[in-house]
């Protein structure tokens, strides 16, 4: 049995009349009278009463229209199915996001969802190292992390910037001299940071930041968390460099703080894909990242 036998059998069992059917099909009415003479001997079952001056479905021919029916209706939405897939409409996919983006990523996750809901989304935190690894093994197939990338088999692109402000203790002394503070004054405190292994690029921004303005900074504490970075520096074990998104973060004891005499300041987020990529989802995720933010 093919599909054209169930397709000239729905044709004729719609119009009930060989002449008509065959002209729908643009077919000669034997071809169509002998397809539907195959069907019925394959099934061993006579589907239509027919006379010359008429042809009506019999009781078995009715079961197997109903039946029928549902599986052109199933085709049809394997094919659009199959057309949303080739366009990156349907389908899975599996991104990593660094503690960076923890100021972007909610909205960009429900913007997506929302423009693209027949898309599973598989969203992990890794840092910016491992997301490179995992790009490379398939691990994940697109990645918002700091840039640059220094890969050759990674492409990416800088979707978002913002600067760096300074996290205190609220007990610190430096807190209590208003909004803004000079970074010079902070060549003798102690740092929490971001180990270098899980970030060279926001690890080495901020080295430059504090070397830019004459001192090399002095580790206290490194953690891969933002959210332990600051919990640590509300505890008072240092002070830290956090980029701007951070002060939403409503912790109990930071005091955040613009700083001054200090350049470069700012901090690159990227989305991250292998180079050559040709999956259509992939694609289709990340031109909507790209798309929906401008730098």
Known sequence: MELRHLRYFLTLSEELNFSRAAKRLNISQPPLSQQIRQLEEELEVRLFFRTKRSVTLTDAGKLFREKVCLIMDELEKAREAAREA?????????????GIAFGIIPHLIQDFRQSYPAVELSVRQICTTDQIEALRNNGIQAGILCAPVESGDIDFDVIHREDFILALSANHPLAARGETVDIRNLSAERFVITPKKSGESYYNHIINICRHAGFDIIIGQ????????LSLVAAGIGISLVPEFAQNIQLKGVSYHSIENTSPNSIETAIAWRHGENSPIVNTFIHFV?????I
Request: hydrophobic share 35%; charged share 20%.
């Open 222 to 229: 490194e953690s891969e968390e933002i959210h332990t970075i």
């Open 290 to 294: 790209k798309n929906t933010f401008t």
């Open 86 to 98: 080739e366009g990156g409409a349907i389908g899975h996919i599996s991104i990593g996001f660094a």
